[in-house]
T-cell receptor
Framework: SAVISQKPSRDICQRGTSLTIQCQVD?????MFWYRQQPGQSLTLIAT?????????ESGFVIDKFPISRPNLTFSTLTVSNMSPEDSSIYLC???????????FGQGTRLTVV | RKEVEQDPGPFNVPEGATVAFNCTYS??????FFWYRQDCRKEPKLLMS???SGNEDGRFTAQLNRASQYISLLIRDSKLSDSATYLC??????????FGAGTQVVVTP
């Protein structure tokens, strides 16, 4: 398993501002992901955070809105840029130790945009 | 069509009873399947893996039916603490997990 520390756990932000969420893993992992979960909804994959290269974004998500960094195999950040109330959601960092293996999640960041 | 679909419930279950629910997946190439439990305002936590031969862990039993492309979860002797949302997942063609929207289970005294 992997222990994941995600912060902040929650934040209330003004529209038009940006928030950066950090994810720290206690061991080196190959696969690292960022998800969004809106109330009562499924987890939606935003992107795969690639170490040393640009993230791979899923349909409907773009780098300008959700820039991601992954400087090494234990750390990643997700920025939610130019926020609007529609961005209010829970954002989750996740890791898989290998292709097809189970995923482990950070505690999530509950974001409210006002 | 969503890749993984679940009955959202809620399944209202008397304490001590058995509850079972399914999850269907659309990608016949999916190789790995898991059930997660998510409590309100918490992150999903792995409940159990689903193997081709089935998997049992205490009161929980998971089954895989590849022919019909569904997985199931059965909870025996339900406890109040089993109340949660249960998410099923299947891997996509790249080994990433696709999640269902979850099935809510409410165990009542």
């Amino acid at each position: 398993s992997a222990v994941i520390s995600q912060k902040p756990s929650r934040d209330i932000c003004q529209r038009g501002t940006s928030l950066t969420i950090q994810c720290q893993v206690d061991s080196q992992v190959t696969m690292m992901f960022w998800y969004r979960q809106q109330p009562g909804q499924s987890l939606t994959l935003i992107a795969t955070a690639n170490q040393g290269s640009e993230a791979t974004y899923e349909s409907g998500f773009v780098i300008d809105k959700f820039p991601i960094s992954r400087p090494n195999l234990t750390f990643s950040t997700l920025t939610v840029s130019n926020m609007s109330p529609e961005d209010s959601s829970i954002y989750l960092c996740s890791v898989q130790t290998g292709v097809g293996t189970e995923a482990f999640f950070g505690q999530g960041t509950r974001l409210t945009v006002v | 069509r969503k890749e993984v679909e679940q009955d959202p419930g809620p399944f209202n279950v008397p304490e001590g009873a058995t509850v079972a629910f399914n999850c269907t997946y659309s990608n016949s190439a999916s190789q790995s399947f898991f059930w997660y439990r998510q409590d309100c305002r918490k992150e999903p936590k792995l409940l159990m893996s689903v193997y081709s031969s089935g998997n049992e862990d205490g009161r929980f039993t998971a089954q895989l039916n590849r022919a019909s492309q569904y997985i199931s979860l059965l909870i025996r002797d339900s406890k109040l603490s089993d109340s949660a949302t249960y998410l099923c997942t299947a891997t996509d063609s790249w080994g990433k997990l696709q999640f269902g929207a979850g099935t809510q289970v409410v165990v009542t005294p």
